[in-house]
C-alpha cells in the first residue's frame, strides 16, 4: 500500500515536470494552481537533479545539448526574477577593458533597475543589483566611462580612477560623452567631464 502510494506521488511530480518546458523559469503559485502539491515535487525534482532552483520560488527546467545541461539566459533570470522588464544588466568586465586594476568590482553582472538591491544568487549565477534613478536601454562605453567615474574612486595600485579614465577621452565622442553625463551620471561627474571636454 505504501509503495503504490510513493508511486503515485512520484507519477504526479513526473507529470509535472512534463508539462513544463525546457528553459522556461516557472513560478512555484504559477505550478501551485494546476499541482496542489508543487512544493513538494518541486524539492523532490530539484533534489533529483531534474530541474534547478532559481531563487526563492523559481524554478527552471534546463536544456538539454550535447554539451550538457544549459541554464536560461541570464536576461530572462533578471527579468523573471524582478518580474520587471526596466533593467540594464552590465557584465562588470565592461569595466576592466576600460581600465585594469578594478579589483573592488564583484564578479559576474551589475543589473541596474528601480526595484531590487543588493548581491543574490540566481540559478548559481552572482548578480549585483543596483537600484537606479535612470539608465540607458543599452550598455555604450560612455556609460560605461560615466559609470566609473560616479563610483569608483581609485584602481588597484591606488591612483585616482580619474587620473586613468581622463586621458583616454579622446577616444569618445565629446557631445555623447556630456549628453550622458546628464543623463545617467553624477552631478560631480557632469561637471568634471564639462570642465574637461571644454
Do not use: C
Request: proline share 3%; glycine share 6%; aromatic share 10%.
Amino acid at each position: 500500500m505504501a509503495v503504490n502510494y510513493i508511486m503515485k506521488e512520484q507519477s504526479k511530480a513526473h507529470q509535472m515536470l512534463s508539462s513544463m518546458k525546457a528553459g522556461k523559469i516557472y513560478r512555484q503559485s504559477e505550478l501551485q494552481e494546476k499541482w496542489p502539491n508543487a512544493s513538494h515535487d518541486l524539492a523532490a525534482l530539484v533534489k533529483s537533479g531534474e530541474i534547478e532552483k532559481v531563487s526563492s520560488g523559481l524554478y527552471y527546467k534546463p536544456k538539454k545539448t550535447k554539451y550538457g545541461l544549459v541554464a536560461p539566459r541570464d536576461e530572462y533570470i533578471v527579468r523573471s526574477f524582478l518580474q520587471d522588464d526596466d533593467f540594464l544588466l552590465v557584465d562588470v568586465n565592461s569595466y576592466t577593458s576600460l581600465v585594469g586594476g578594478l579589483t573592488q568590482l564583484s564578479m559576474g553582472y551589475k543589473v541596474l533597475n528601480k526595484r531590487r538591491h543588493g548581491l543574490f544568487n540566481l540559478a548559481g549565477f552572482h548578480f549585483d543589483f543596483r537600484v537606479r534613478r535612470a539608465y540607458p536601454k543599452k550598455v555604450t562605453k560612455e556609460f560605461l566611462l560615466v559609470d566609473l567615474l560616479d563610483n569608483i574612486k581609485q584602481a588597484e595600485d591606488g591612483t585616482p580612477i580619474q587620473e586613468k579614465l581622463l586621458p583616454r577621452l579622446k577616444e569618445y565622442d565629446s557631445n555623447e560623452l556630456l549628453r550622458t553625463a546628464n543623463l545617467f551620471g553624477n552631478r560631480s561627474t557632469e561637471k568634471l567631464l564639462e570642465k574637461v571636454l571644454n
